[in-house]
């Protein structure tokens, strides 16, 4: 959908570099694209720290390592009055990301869904046979970041955009979100959400050091 804003040091996009890697180096990135009024569909991203599904994630949010796995989730909605046939769903994963899986879900329950999966796009084709007037489709979709021996040297953290587009049989054109997440490339024993969240501690850890030393100066 329109409307979301990125604003982060390192954002890499297919835009810039004119590949397929979906990477970008801008300060600010205007995501999404048309959102005609027949249907709609809404790209988020699953935290990793608070669980919590959001638009996009910037490098000054939870980060992810080499082989963790990315949680992402879009929505379709049938806006119109009139029953839609024939949807076609394609996921277009970036640079330093494979498919993992795929699950329809309905409430609590996820059943698992079958894509046609382009190793060499990184794409992800889903079809469906429709959905009714003013009903939505929610698909949960899981990505794993590929070994830290795939990234360039010198680079410690960047991040990417993992976009979708959906149309149906009645809408051609479609409507296309997009949802931003970013990598730390560290050791590889760093948890999976990265090092942005250790930093948290580290004035705790500090203050509770000079603690220590002040103890044990007034003690002698």
């Known amino acids: 959908m ?11 996009t297919a835009a810039t570099l004119s590949l397929n890697t979906n990477v970008v180096f801008a300060q600010n990135y205007g995501t999404g694209g048309s959102s005609p009024k027949e249907m709609t569909i809404n790209k988020e991203v699953l935290n990793p720290i608070t669980n919590k599904y959001v638009e996009n994630l910037t490098s000054t949010d939870p980060t992810f390592s080499p082989e963790g796995n990315v949680i992402f989730r879009f ?19 970036p640079i330093y990301m494979s498919f993992v ?3 329809l879900v309905e409430g609590d329950k996820e059943t698992a869904i079958n894509g046609e999966v382009n190793k060499t796009d990184r794409t992800v084709t ?34 990417l955009v993992n976009a979708v587009k959906t149309t149906s049989r009645n809408w051609e054109n479609g409507d296309n979100d997009t949802a931003q997440f970013c990598l ?11 090092f942005n969240d250790l930093l948290n501690v580290l004035p ?14 007034k003690k002698n």
């Open 101 to 103: 899986s795929a699950a």
């Open 75 to 93: 929505t379709i909605k049938n806006t119109t009055n009139a029953n839609m046939t024939t949807i076609t769903t394609v996921d277009s994963l």
């Open 184 to 194: 730390t490339v560290g050791a590889q024993t760093l948890p999976v959400a990265g």
């Open 2 to 12: 329109s409307g979301k804003t990125i604003t982060t040091a390192f954002v890499i």
């Open 204 to 217: 705790f850890l500090t203050l509770g050091g000079v603690g220590v030393a002040l103890m044990k100066s």
């Open 126 to 159: 889903l079809k469906f046979d429709g959905l009714a007037a003013g009903a939505t489709k929610t698909v949960k979709m899981t990505a794993k970041v590929d070994a830290k021996t795939a990234f360039p040297a010198g680079r410690s953290s960047f991040c």
